[in-house]
């Protein structure tokens, strides 16, 4: 883009003069080979796009023209005809050089001739290549010298080395003591600027500061948190977590001292042989079953509403917990297809023990929370649970029931109610027998 507003620029100074031919004084327009940069001397005519005769409007391209560096389009500055082509396809000639006649649209041309080239045009051309430098100063000419070999260079000065560019301008110019240049880049480093500048090419110009770090900015570097951050940020993602996911069970803190003492007893009196302590806390599950088993209407009925495995018959010093499965105690589900009820997936009870007394404070922090899902239907079996679950000598159990269903169990009223039982149950193992 800049070298296409320079060329029209250019070409406006050079379409100024013009010289006339015939009666009717057609104007007809010298059109010399631009510069299309401040080093250019002379260039190649690639291919005209218009011939002789034919007229262009302004902005079209009139010829392609071949420097050293490039290949370039050079448009028309304005509308014109093309009167006369002096240098054609291939012709090479200097800068400001005469290649072609322009006429405005209704001029003859049929007798253009190419004008002589005298001492006072030549003055215009060279005053009119001091007015296109852009410097305020005029360049100097580089002198004309051999290219030399690398190992004619003294780098023994520089501080830093060359890069390949600086040498390579540095060798065409047959440079040899480079130390006697002053540089201008970071920690003494030889730019090419600095070679242009020595060789009188260009003004010498101060490079650019270095930017010395490639660290983004402050408000974009994410710093480390150390364990303590790490832990705190851990904990409230639990906590958020939990309060997005309703739990799928209801829990409660028992002591299980009574059925121990209830197990001990019937081993002991040998009224029922081999009793365990599961068989008891499946017995007041059973029992708790039947005090809120609504009327059947519909679905199967299991004839053992509590089925668990019992891994060894454990004592109380010895008991690790149990599992129970509840049956008909979840709401039977109707099926559409068979036109039928069919029994719920079943609940499971179970039963772990929590620890000593000395870690029981939090556990009941934590069973205290739970309950705030659970209302019990009655204060002294609340009061009564709190009196077992705070002596600091009762080995203390979590019996949950889940229902594998997130949030479900806590709205089923019937559950909260089957717990309960069982908690009143196993606090009053005897009325079981």
Excluded at 34 to 45: C, F, K, N, R, Y
Excluded at 86 to 96: E, F, S, T
């Amino acid at each position: 883009m800049m070298l296409r507003i320079r060329q029209r620029l250019l070409l406006n100074q050079q379409l100024t003069k013009g010289f006339h031919t015939s009666a009717q004084c057609a104007a007809i327009t010298r059109f010399n080979l631009p510069a299309m940069s401040p080093t250019m001397t002379e260039g190649t005519i690639h291919q005209w796009k218009f011939k002789e005769g034919e007229s262009f409007s302004a902005g079209d391209v009139l010829l392609e023209l071949e420097t050293d560096k490039a290949q370039i389009d050079v448009e028309a500055p304005e509308d014109g005809v093309l009167a006369k082509i002096v240098l054609p396809d291939g012709g090479k000639a200097a800068v400001n050089s005469l290649i072609a006649l322009i006429a405005e649209e209704g001029d003859d041309i049929s007798n253009v001739q190419v004008p002589e080239e005298g001492p006072a045009s030549s003055s215009v051309s060279q005053e009119k290549t001091t007015q296109q430098v852009e410097e305020p100063e005029k360049k100097k000419a580089a002198p004309t010298v051999s290219p030399i070999s690398h190992d004619d260079v003294d780098t023994s000065k520089l501080k830093k080395p060359l890069s390949p560019a600086v040498l390579s301008l540095v060798l065409k110019h047959g440079i040899k003591d480079v130390g006697s240049i002053e540089p201008s880049g970071y920690g003494g480093r030889l730019l090419k600027g600095d070679v242009l500048a020595h060789l009188g090419l260009i003004q010498p110009k101060p490079a650019p500061k270095p930017k010395l770090s490639i660290a983004p900015p402050r408000d974009q570097i994410v710093f480390a948190k150390n364990a303590q951050q790490q832990q705190q940020q851990q904990q409230q993602e639990e906590v958020a977590q939990k309060k997005q996911i309703p739990p799928s069970f209801i829990t409660k803190q028992l002591s299980l001292d009574k059925v121990f003492d209830l197990h001990q007893s019937l081993n002991e009196q040998k009224k029922i042989q081999k009793t365990t302590v599961n068989d008891v806390i499946a017995k007041a599950a059973e029992r708790a079953l039947q005090e809120i088993q609504p009327s059947a209407k519909g679905g199967i009925r299991f004839k053992q509403p509590v089925v668990y495995r019992e891994s060894s018959h454990a004592t109380e010093k010895k008991y690790k917990g149990g599992e129970f499965k509840v049956f008909n105690l979840a709401e039977a589900q109707y099926d559409f297809i068979t036109d039928s009820y069919e029994n719920g997936k079943p609940y499971v009870l179970q039963v772990e023990p929590v620890g000593s007394a000395a870690s029981s404070s939090t556990s009941r922090k934590e069973h205290d929370d739970m309950v705030d899902f659970i209302h019990y239907l009655g204060d002294s079996q609340r009061e009564a649970s709190r009196h077992h679950t705070s002596s600091a000598a009762t080995q203390l159990f979590d019996i949950k029931l889940d229902g594998k269903v997130p949030g479900k169990i806590l709205n089923d009223a019937k559950a909260k109610v089957f717990l309960d039982r069982v908690e009143y149950y196993v606090h009053h193992p005897g009325e079981l027998y």
